[in-house]
């Protein structure tokens, strides 16, 4: 039976690897997500669970075994965050493309420079056009279970892919949360063994990782961004049938008192958590305010996120990474490229907030939405605009 | 001895194995000694093998997608890490096999690469892995030179070699450092079993690749490699000039068992280093004090060589 307990959420995410009895862990410490890799090499120590662990000399070497690995028939997970996921990034590519249900999770973490181990999104912001599913968790309980729920739809065989679980370096990755933690009998319900159907095997050789001539580069691409839009439909059954078995129920985007809201914030990760205390705040002065939570990144929900924002003249998009001289963030640019062919399209505010692990207090979001209403009225003069920073 | 050597009696040129893990018909130069080299040595390891490969020549000849030359399983990656790559495919076998997931058979987990991917790019990876000590074997297939992108200069580059980015010129005379001995590093590894081999000497070869994939725990083979594009020589002169880098000394034969230095083919009377050199379009602008230079590197080299292997010359 599932057990509720009080847990870090970092040691939340390596028990739901090892309920997952994965075949091989490469790993590499960075700060923050050390934690679930030095306690998921305690579990392998002690024989809770048989698995390779390899003890890799950087993480691009890392994603290379994983690649290795997976390529083999194995099931397969890392775990990385900030300059860690950078050096990776040449071969993030690779493990799509060739296919290969690989699961890792990246405590998100600010890039240098300057070098700052705390929170924000820039890391994972860098890395938008590898073609892994890409799911952010925003407490203890997700982790766990979107990790579960990442193996279950990776190794689909209609997607295959390889799936990123995001959580906050810090804000989540070390905070003590009670997390219901499955037993196995009821992780076995809902993770299947992983059975691949191509691996390097000597009895029916198949070459992989070929060169893409010009007639066939186009194609794989294709291939590769279909899978990743169809996968979608996997996921969101593998939610489905997730809830139907723990009474947990997810969805790609999530609303908080969106009902006659004027103006909503998007948000993703930890800090949503926070915003809906702004929001109760808010609502209680009577300021029609919501909030729209990305839970899937990719594939982008874009159905899912229009019908949440339906009907609402101003979002006010908070960004946790910055995108140097371009129009806007990350997430704020995806949602305008979304919108922008929708008739009656709502205006998007863009502010970019929590960098390098400053704070994103209830205060800055009282501001971000008084902002935005103000710019409902009148247009703003910046492209973007980043909060809470210091005059000196 | 290494136990797992004992019983191996070597290969013989009247009974070599009939299979190639790497067919013919692929699309290397006319000539290439690399693809030869690669050819003897995968049919010695056998059809039993995984190969991992790093971007360069061996990589883009041999998988231009619909077709394949290969007959094994093949996995290619990127330029820096087979052997990250391969450590992940042979950890995979082995969990896979304790777990009952696939069937208990040794699989020969073999990562190949230039000498740019090795000695260079790569260098990182190929030390984890063999500290790591996994059962593979890193085949270095070395030609001196980045071909692939077309004869640029590498760690592995002779002294004075011309290169189109350690071009001779008024104030240079080709590349101006001398060859990084890869072997050597990897023998500091202390790993059961480093070699190097030549295609010209293709029993020692094939012996060398087969021990390397016998040994339990990571080998390291670095195979002379000519290439005639690269080198400036005929597409017919890959074995000769081959067999001439062994006979000059530039390219000695040898195996590291368990950290002990063996010569294979002790050259009592060198052929001088300028047999070698003038045959190649790479070494033409060389003076006669620089050949005269790089003889006395080549002699100070296989001096060094001897004295590791406790023997004299
Ligand atoms: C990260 C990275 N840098 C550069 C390249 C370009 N590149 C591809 S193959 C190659 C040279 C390969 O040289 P080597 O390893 O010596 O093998 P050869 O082609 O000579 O057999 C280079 C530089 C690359 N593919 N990846
Ligand atoms: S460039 Fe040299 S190594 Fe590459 S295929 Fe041609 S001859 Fe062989």
């Known amino acids: 039976m599932a057990k509720r307990i009080g847990m870090e959420v970092s040691i939340a995410a390596s028990e739901a690897v090892k309920l997952a009895d994965v075949d091989l862990i490469a790993a590499y410490p960075i700060t923050p997500q050390t934690h679930i890799v030095e306690h998921l090499s305690e579990v392998v120590a002690d024989g809770e669970l048989d698995a390779a662990f390899v003890p890799v000399e950087s993480e691009h070497s890392a994603m290379s075994c994983c690649i290795g690995s997976s390529a083999a028939g194995a099931r397969t997970f890392t775990a990385t965050s900030s300059q860690g996921l950078a050096l990776m990034h040449e071969i993030l590519f690779i493990a799509p493309a060739m296919r290969l249900p690989i699961v890792m999770v990246v405590a998100n973490r600010a890039l240098s420079g300057p070098i700052s181990i705390w929170n924000d999104h820039s890391d994972i912001m860098s890395e938008q056009d590898i073609a892994w599913i890409q799911t952010f968790a925003e407490n203890g309980q997700e982790v766990f279970d979107l990790v579960l729920h990442a193996f279950r739809v990776a190794e689909d065989s209609k997607v295959l892919l390889p799936v990123i679980v995001n959580l906050d370096g810090f804000t989540l990755s070390h905070v003590i949360e009670p997390i219901e933690i499955l037993d196995k009998a009821e992780v076995d319900k809902y993770l299947p063994p992983y059975k691949p159907k191509v691996r390097l095997d000597p009895r029916k050789p198949v070459s992989m990782g070929m060169v893409g001539i010009p007639e066939i580069y186009t194609e794989a691409k294709k291939a590769t961004d279909e899978a990743l839009i169809n996968s979608k439909k996997v996921v969101l059954k593998a939610w489905k049938e997730f809830g139907d078995l723990f009474g947990r129920y997810y969805n790609p985007v999530e609303s908080y008192k969106t009902e006659g809201a004027e103006v909503i914030l998007i948000t993703m990760g930890s800090i949503s958590e926070t915003a809906m205390t702004a929001i109760d705040k808010m609502r209680e002065k009577g300021m029609p305010v919501g909030l729209v939570r990305f839970r899937l990144w990719k594939p982008f929900p874009a159905p899912e996120f229009k019908k949440a924002i339906a009907g609402v003249q101003t979002l006010a998009v908070v960004d946790r990474a910055l995108s140097p001289g371009g129009a806007c963030g990350p997430v704020a640019e995806e949602i305008k490229a979304a919108l922008y062919a929708e008739r009656g399209r709502p205006k998007v505010y863009n502010f970019i907030a929590g960098l390098g692990g400053r704070d994103v207090t209830v205060e800055n979001f009282e501001e971000i939405v008084s902002k935005a209403f103000t710019y409902a009225k009148k247009r703003p003069k910046q492209l973007y605009e980043m909060i809470g920073v210091r005059e000196i | ?313």
């Open chain 2, 1 to 313: 001895m290494i136990k797992e050597l004992e019983n191996f009696k070597g290969f013989s040129a009247k009974k070599l194995p009939l299979a190639d893990p790497l067919a013919s018909g692929h699309r290397a130069c006319q000539g290439c000694g690399e693809v030869l080299a690669l050819k003897l040595a995968m049919k010695a390891i056998g059809m039993n093998s995984i190969v991992v490969s790093a971007t360069g020549c061996m990589e883009i000849i041999t998988s231009t997608f619909p077709q394949t030359a290969w007959n094994v399983p093949w996995l290619h990656v990127a330029f820096e890490n087979a052997a990250a790559v391969a450590s992940g495919t042979e950890a995979a076998l082995k969990v896979l096999m304790r777990k009952g997931k696939i069937p208990q058979k040794h699989i020969d987990v073999v990562a190949i690469g230039g000498d740019g991917a090795t000695a260079d790019i790569g260098l990182q990876s190929l030390s984890g892995a063999m500290e790591r000590g996994h059962d593979f074997v890193y085949i270095c297939l070395d030609n001196e030179a980045y071909m692939n992108t077309g004869v640029q200069r590498s760690s592995s580059t002779p002294y004075g070699a011309m290169t189109t980015t350690s071009p001779p010129g008024k104030k240079s005379f080709g590349q101006a450092t001398k060859k990084k001995n890869v072997p050597a590093i990897a023998v500091a590894h202390n790993i059961p079993y480093v070699a190097t081999a030549s295609p010209a000497y293709f029993l020692d070869l094939m012996n060398k690749a087969k021990k390397a994939a016998l040994v339990k725990g990571p080998a390291y083979l670095h195979i002379y490699s000519s290439c005639p594009t690269g080198w400036r020589h005929g597409g017919d002169l890959a074995i000769e000039i081959s067999k001439l880098a062994v006979e000059t000394n530039v390219f000695p034969l040898y195996e590291v068992i368990e950290g002990k230095y063996i010569i294979n083919r002790k050259i009592t009377k060198p052929k001088p280093v300028a047999e070698y050199l003038k045959k190649q379009g790479r070494f033409r602008h060389l003076t006669d004090d620089l050949i005269a230079q790089i003889q006395r590197q080549v002699d100070e080299e296989y001096e060094k060589l001897l004295k590791l292997a406790g023997e004299t010359a």
